[in-house]
C-alpha cells in the first residue's frame, strides 16, 4: 500500500519495525494522498469514528453501574442519573451519542449517494458500511431496551415480533429471540450481551472499511480518479487531520449543546415510565433515526410483506453499485441525477415524519407513496438514468478544476464551485 | 464556510423534524416563568423548599418518591436545606428496618440515608387505597409526561366541572390537560391549603409552581450542574475551534486550494 519504503530511523525502530511493522503502518496513515479538494462533507467518516469511540467508551463506564435485571434495570440507570458521579453526564453522552451517530451516518451515507462513492472500485467498502449501518441500527435498537422503560418494553415486542411474519418456523424464531413465551429478563440479558458485543463488531468492520479505502484512495467532489501522490493530494497528516479536527470540533459543539441543555428531546417522556407489560403506551414509536424504515414497514398492509419491504430498503443499497449504472460518479456533472438526488432526500425526510405519526389517513397515503418512490428511485430512476442521462463535461485532473483554464470546463466549473 | 451553513441547516431541519413528531399532540398548557430554563437556569430554592413542602402535606400521602433520599435534601443544586434540617426532615419519619438480632422487624425514626417513606406497602395496595388506580411514583414524573414541567402544573389547575354531555363515574373526575380528560386523582389544591413558612402566599397557582419546580428538581437532580458545566464546555470549544480554525487557515495556506 505504502508508495515509498519507509525506514524508521532509530536501530531499535528498525528492528522492530522490521518484525511487526505498526511504524510502517503509522507512516502510511500518516503519508496517505488525499485528494486536496476533498469538502466538508468528507468530514463526517472521521466525525463517525469519533462517534464509534465515544459509545464505546461511555458504554464501558455505564456497564459497570448498569444491572440488566427486569426488575432492577430502570432503578440502575436511575442510580446512575444521581448518585454515580457525574453518571447524568455519561449516560447522556451515551443517549444523545446514539442520535449523534445517526446523524453523521446519514450524512455520511447521503455524500456517498451524491458523490458516487459507491461505484467502482470502491464498492467492497460501501458493502462493508451497508453492514455497519445495519449493526448500528441493531446496537442502537437493543440499547434503547436496556433501561426498560416503557417504550423500551413496546418496541421491543414490537420489532422482535416482526419475525413472528417469517412463514412456519415465525412464532418458533420469536420465542427464542425472547428466551421465553414473552419480553422478559432473559431478553433484557441477551440484548444487554448483544449490545455489549456488536459495537466491537463495529469497529472491527471500521478498520476493514478504513482499509478498503486506503487501497483505491479517497473518492472526491469531482468524482475522477487521482494520481497519487501528485500535485492533486495532500499527505493526510497534517492538512486532512486538522481539517477533521475543525469539523468535528463544530460537531461537538452541536453534540454538547444537546447533552448539556436538551439532553432527553431526541428520546420519548414513556421510557421514563418503568415497564409495565400491562400498559401498552398510547403510540409505539422507535427512535427517530428509525423512523423511515418504521414508515416503510407500516405503509404495506400484509405483515411479512412490510418486514420484506423494510429489509430490502436497507438492503437494495447494498446492490447500490449494480443499480447506478452511470458511469460518472461525482452528482456534479449529472445534471438530472443530482435533482432526483434531492427528491430522494426529501423522501426519506417525508418517510421519518410520517414514520412518526399514527398510521392512518393522510400521513399513510404518503407514507405509501414515499415508500414507493423510494424504491422507485434505486430500482428504475437510477438504471435508466445512468443510461440516458447527458452529463456534463468532467475535468482531466482536480488541479484542473480547482484552478480552472481548461477549455471543456467552462461549463463545469458553475456547478462544480457550489460544492467546495 | 457556506458548506457549514449548510450542515448546520440539515441538522436543524432534521432536529425540528424529529421534534415536532414528538409534540405532535399539540395542547396549550399555562406557562409560566420556570427559573430553570435556559443557559443558566438554576432553581429558585425558596420554590423547592416550598414545593418539598407541598409534595410533603399533599402529595406523599398517595404518591412515592422511591429513588430519593433523604439526604438529597441538603445536597448541592436542590432545595439546600441544612443538614440538620434534613436530620430533622428524616428524623420526623418512621422507618422500618431490620431484622435485628432477634429477628424482628422494628421501627425507628429516618436517617439521611433512607429512602424517602412509601406511603404504601406496595403497588396492589395503592391501587386497593385508590379505586383501582396506581398513583405513580414521582421521582421522574417530569420527565415521564411529554408536556414536562408545564403539562404537571396545568394538570393541576386544570380541574373544572365537566361540560355539558360528560358523564363522568364514580372517583373520575374531569381535567382540561388530562389525556382523555378523565383523571382519578381529585382536585387537590385549594388556596390556604398549605401555610408557608416564609410567608409566601399560598394561592393554587404558587403551589403548583413551587410543586412542579421540586419535581423538575426529582427528575433532574443535576440539572444545574449540567447548565454549569454546558456552559463552560461550550465556550471552551468555541474558542478551541476558532484557534483550529485559523492553524488549518495557516497549514493549508501551504497549497493553494481553498479550505
Redesign the interface.
Known sequence: MSDHEYVPKSKFGKWFNDRLPLLSLASHLTDYPTP??L???WTFGGILTFCLITQIVTGLTLAMHYIAHADMAF?SV??I??DVNYG??IR?IHSNGASMFF?AVY?HIFRSLFYGSYKSPREVIWIIGIIIYLLMMAAAFMGYVLPWGQMSFWGATVITNLFSAIPLVGEGIVTWLWGGYSVDNPTLTRFFTLHYLIPFLILGLVVLHIWALHVPGNNNPVGIDVKKPSKDT?PFH??IV??D??AL??F???F??F???T????G???N??EADPLVTP?HI?PE?YL?PFYAILRSVPDKLLGVVAMLSAILILAALPWLDTSKIRSAVFRPLYKQFYWILVADV?IL??V???PAEGLYLLIARVATAYYFLHFLVILPVLGLKEKTLPIPLSITES??GGSPNLATAKNKESLN? | MK??LR?LF??I??GC??????S?EKIEYLKTDWSFKG?FGKFDRGALQRGYQVYTEVCSSCHSMK?LSYR?LSEKGGPEFTVEQAKAIAASFEVKDGPNADGEMFIRPGKLSDKFVMPYENVKAAQAANGGAYP?DM??LV????G?ANYIYSLLQGYEDPPAGVTLDDGVYYNKFM?GNKIKMANQLSDGLVEYADGTQATIEQMSKDVTTFLMWT?E??LEA??Q???K??VY??I??IL??F??KK??SR?????
Open positions: 486536496k479538494n469538502n466538508y462533507w432503578e436511575e442510580h442519573m444521581r447524568w453526564l447522556y446523524l450524512i495532500v497534517p492538512y486538522i481539517k479536527g475543525f470540533l463544530m461537538m459543539i452541536v454538547a449543546f447533552i448539556f441543555y439532553p432527553n428531546i431526541l420519548h417522556a414513556d421514563y415510565i398510547a414509536v427517530w423512523l425526510l421519518g415524519y414514520g412518526a405519526m480547482v484552478l467546495n | 458548506n457549514f450542515i440539515l441538522i431541519s432534521i423534524v424529529s421534534f415536532n413528531s414528538y405532535a443557559l429513588y438529597n405513580p421521582s421522574v420527565k415521564a409526561r411529554g414536562g389525556y427528575a437532580p443535576h449540567r447548565h458545566m454546558g456552559f464546555v461550550i470549544l468555541i478551541l475551534t483550529v480554525y492553524s488549518m497549514i493549508w497549497i493553494e486550494t481553498e479550505v
